[in-house]
């Protein structure tokens, strides 16, 4: 290990008052990972590694393997998290990630695909998150570009994804009953553990006073951080600046997500999209249903824009720091032995 690494270990400090020492345990092998976390983007990798309680040195990848692993540990569970190479999305290389993560890491139990998404606006805000969540006949998430075309231009999907593990929709349940009774998630705590710990992180991973929330209706509702009381604001223009709002949480939705090989970015193809499913989509992304059937895993996206014609990257920073926060919640509830217990992904 070198100088530089021991020192970065020695200054970063974890929720729990801990050393996050990088190079500590030394002693771990491939064998000792349990969870897998895959990232689209460079920013949803910072977040997930900003997220980390304790920092783990490298383990040498198998030559056919050429997938940079970063190693840690968070809320006692032994973590890997890779990214995609840059420049590629879609169901097709994060399918093919999924399998080399499994394969050099023989243990892990399940995944985690946390980032960014487009929400649906009359269900969810900016900064919000979505966690993937089976609802009447669909399992969480499901791949909408995946079917075939029909007389009269209609497209019928065809096909379904597997459903999060049962552990997972298990410690799901928990933490929405948790959510409810003391009306606050972890998330901000976590996120200003994360400035703490990383005081020369982007400031566009934390609350930024400048962003914009376009607004899809004529009322926009915020919560403030001290109070928790719900203010009614008008709305008379397309774009709420939030500097004029107090501080809100971000809520946390459970439900469906779609997901395809297409950057959606108009309004009415969305709600299209929406409406063909019931009307029960939180979110859409590009990578989840590339993973979900061989890589049993849970989908966690930021909100960073709305689908539509105004989508822009300047929520992306903190939306990915949102949901890797969120994920780091999830794994709060679950259990160390019984994660261990569950069956690995490169047995099934």
Known sequence: MSKRQREDGAEHESLNGKKARVGQPADLNHNDYT???ICALPK???AAIAMLDERHPDLQSPVN?????ILGSMEGHNIVITCLPKGRCGTNPAATIATRMVSTFPSIKFGLVVGIGGGIPSKVRLGDVVVSAPIDQYPGVVQWDFGKAEDGGNFRRTGSLNSPPNALLIALAKLESD?????ETKIPGFLDDMKRKWPKLNPKYFWNSFLKDPSRTPDAFSRDRVSGEIEQVENAATTVALNELPMRYPDVHYGLIASGNQVIKDAVARDRLDENLGGNVLCVEMEAAGIMNDFPCLVIRGICD????NKNKDWQEYAAAVAAACAKEVLSVLQVKAVE???SVKGT
């Open 179 to 183: 959510h409810e009774l003391y009306g």
């Open 35 to 37: 969870i897998g976390w």
């Open 44 to 46: 949803e990798q910072t």
């Open 341 to 343: 217990h569950m069956d």
């Open 65 to 69: 393997d050429d997938s940079i692993y």
């Open 306 to 309: 709305y689908a539509d014609s």
